[in-house]
């Protein structure tokens, strides 16, 4: 139970039964009964229950008992309703903070949501154990999981999961299994090579590849594939991996005058942007292309000729309207959607 605060728990299941039973003044547990069930000091205990009924949300009656007061959610839209609730969760399960890429992610989910009636939970989870992990999951009591790019012990996770909720990954690679959206990565990097190459761009520089990394090392697969279906060698020491000092790497890289374009795959634009100013290089000559992970465009002194969408909007919009059908007990697509990748220009 290390995801939240022991008073935070119990502050969670008056908010669940007052979800459950709106309209409805139903008497919850006594501070003693908290203690037990929660393995809180009566301290704790009396802490929230004295911070929901004032705010409203319990009423103290003398000699009959604390009650959810159902005057709070008499008007409200989940009261006349049902409603349900979703958990977004990112990667591992452990992501306590997001950087653009997801940031990015979570506001196109909450813009598929916001009109929907569904109460959107954050949490993190402790990942270290799965009996521990399941107990967590089942604690937040959701009805469904929108879950992005979960790693290997979150799929686990996930299968456990799924006995009792629908869930749905986005974005991780394509596998054939079900519910989930996601694009053809392996694609992605053909797609960009061709963009280069219908350019007569050979000498173009690959960066942010991670052999170790299932959804980079398709990408790259993918780029040099389409190099060899042309009957064009790729030189390998153009590419650039996201564990070496890019800005170094590139500089060296760009000196010899040959390079004529540039592919940034992840963050790491930040550092194609300072080798290229520093380099003075002419990105008219020099073209670069970026994915969409491009939230280091912040002071940028370069401007990209183009991105890679490979997270297009329709993968979060198919993910929450199946979801949404799902828990509606509506007819919905449980095989693996792919969906191709495009260019845009900039």
């Known amino acids: 139970m290390a995801a939240l605060p022991a008073y935070m728990r119990i502050r969670q299941y008056v908010v669940d039964l007052m979800l459950e039973h709106t309209r409805k003044d139903i008497r919850i547990m006594s501070e003693r009964e908290l203690c037990k069930k929660f393995n809180v000091t009566r301290p704790t205990a009396r802490r929230a229950l004295k911070e929901l009924i004032d705010e409203g949300c319990l009423s103290a009656k003398p000699g009959l008992g604390t009650f959810i007061n159902s005057a709070k959610t008499l008007n409200s839209p989940f009261a006349l309703r049902k409603t349900f609730k979703v958990m977004v969760i990112f990667g591992s399960g452990r992501h306590t ?5 997801f940031m990015n992610i979570l506001a196109r989910v909450c813009d598929q949501l916001k009109y929907l009636p569904i ?16 107990e967590e999951l089942q604690m937040y009591n959701p ?12 799929m686990d996770l996930i299968s456990a999961a799924r006995k009792r909720i629908p869930v749905y990954i986005i974005g991780s690679v394509a596998n054939g299994g079900k519910f989930h959206v996601t694009t053809d990565y392996y694609q992605c990097g053909r797609l960009v090579a061709a963009w280069f190459l219908d350019r007569k761009r050979k000498n173009v520089i690959f960066t942010g590849s991670t052999p ?3 959804i980079k090392s398709m990408v790259y697969n993918g780029w040099r594939d389409e190099f060899a279906a042309r009957n064009i060698p790729y030189n390998e020491h153009l590419q650039v991996s996201e564990n070496s000092d890019i800005t ?3 500089k060296e890289l760009l000196s010899n005058n040959s390079i004529d374009g540039i592919f940034t795959f992840g963050s790491e634009f930040t550092a194609v942007d300072i080798a290229l100013s520093e380099s003075g290089i002419d990105t008219r000559h020099c073209p670069v ?3 969409e992970n491009y939230f280091g465009l912040y002071g940028a002194r370069i401007k990209p000729a183009a991105k890679l969408i490979m997270f ?7 993910a929450v309207e199946n979801l949404f059908k799902s828990l509606n007990g509506q007819t919905y697509e449980a095989d693996e959607i792919v969906l191709s990748p495009r ?3 900039l």
């Open 212 to 214: 170790e990394y299932p």
């Open 312 to 318: 297009p909007d329709e993968i979060i919009k198919l």
């Open 343 to 345: 260019i845009e220009n």
């Open 248 to 250: 170094h790497c590139v």
């Open 289 to 291: 292309l970026l994915d």
């Open 97 to 101: 903070d997001l950087d653009g890429f």
């Open 119 to 134: 109460r959107l939970r954050m949490a993190t989870l402790n990942l270290t154990e799965r009996a521990q992990a399941l």
């Open 143 to 154: 009805d469904g999981i929108i879950w992005v790019r979960p790693n290997a012990f979150g």
